[in-house]
């Protein structure tokens, strides 16, 4: 049972990226997905979620209208395209999935981890 997230990197102020987080070991086709993001210094905190049908989306005020979740059931895959990026998005983002039920923003919700992938926005 193991979340890779992958597409982390450097980009300009402005600039895009798109994070992917594969599942492999069982289907999580059926659980809540969501992204994660801890920069130094600080605690681990919500950017967005998806319900197993993408029905229901959940974003951070400070992501909306910049950000995008999307799911692959058939691939289980989740993506997160991010547009108009700041330094002050620069952190580690984590995925994160779980059976639903519970609420979404809540890092402590989480069954199951991805490894992390490092976001830099800068100049």
């Known amino acids: 049972v193991q979340l890779q997230a992958s597409g982390g990197g450097l980009v300009q102020p402005g600039g895009s990226l798109r994070l992917s987080c594969a599942a492999s070991?069982?289907?999580?086709?059926?659980?809540?997905k969501a992204w994660f993001r801890q920069a130094p210094g600080k605690e681990r905190e919500f950017v967005s979620a998806?319900?197993?049908?993408?029905?229901?989306?959940y974003y951070a005020d400070s992501v909306k209208g910049r950000f995008t979740i999307s799911r692959d059931n058939a691939k289980n895959t989740v993506y997160l395209q991010m547009n108009s990026l700041k330094p002050e998005d620069t952190a580690v983002y984590y995925c994160?999935?779980?059976?639903?039920?519970?609420?979404?923003?809540?890092?402590?919700?989480?069954?199951?981890w991805g490894q992390g992938t490092q976001v830099t926005v800068s100049s």
């Open positions: 070991g069982r289907t999580f086709s059926s659980y809540v």
């Open positions: 998806i319900t197993w049908s993408g029905g229901s989306i």
């Open positions: 994160a999935a779980m059976p639903g039920g519970r609420p979404p923003s809540a890092p402590a919700a989480y069954d199951i």
